[in-house]
């Protein structure tokens, strides 16, 4: 029997790890989840690549492209909408969406950050835990809502922080499980029903 997977459509900024991450994961006949398209913020990136590679359908909404936020945020919702997503991942995704694309896809839309939220929001997690001086850090994957990175908590991952460290061998550290854990998550997001009740993300 041919079980329909779930459609994922990842958005991204730049290298693409994290949607290579996915890509192999869904290379997978048991895996239940396919990226359906992929989209980025800007053009000559190397996730767009990736993309490439794999056949995967690719779209582009630059902000530049549109005279407000708002315009560039109904068009990313319009273009991601298009391919008719069960969720929405943000892999490197490097801009804040808005309203307009959150009510699209209301509760669907996951992040990544390099911290264990909701410490050390924003785009330095591992900088900030290396100066705060914590002995744990890690990675959250979260349901993305109007903030910078407060969504409900999903999945954590917590990999220690060595005495030795600097900024980029604890970055690279964190994104390695960070990887692992997004395949996971977007395989049991996809697969247990899940709502959300205030800040918790309860499985059904």
Request: with cysteine; proline share 7%; net charge negative.
């Amino acid at each position: 029997m041919i079980v329909a997977r779930a459609r994922v459509v990842v958005l991204v900024s730049g290298g693409g790890t994290n949607l290579q991450a996915l890509l192999d994961a869904s290379a997978a006949i048991d895996y239940p989840a396919n990226v359906v398209a992929v989209g980025a913020d800007r053009p000559g990136i190397a996730a767009l690549d990736r993309a490439a590679v794999a056949g995967i359908p690719t779209f582009i909404a630059a902000p530049s492209h549109y005279n407000d936020h708002r315009s560039w945020d109904v068009a990313l919702a319009n273009a991601t909408a298009a391919y008719r997503p069960d969720l929405v991942v943000l892999a490197g995704f490097m801009r804040l969406v808005g309203p307009a694309f959150l009510e699209r896809f209301p509760g669907l839309v996951i992040n990544t950050h390099p911290a264990l939220s909701p410490a050390f929001p924003g785009m330095h997690g591992p900088r900030d835990a290396l100066a705060y001086g914590v002995k744990i850090t890690g990675c959250t994957i979260f349901i993305v809502d109007d903030g910078i990175d407060t969504g409900p908590v999903v999945a954590p991952v917590a990999p220690p922080v060595l005495d030795n460290d600097a900024e980029a061998s604890l970055h690279e550290r964190i994104k390695e499980h960070e990887r692992e854990l997004l395949a996971l998550t977007v395989a049991e997001l996809v697969t247990d029903r899940y709502r959300i009740e205030g800040r918790k993300v309860v499985r059904r």
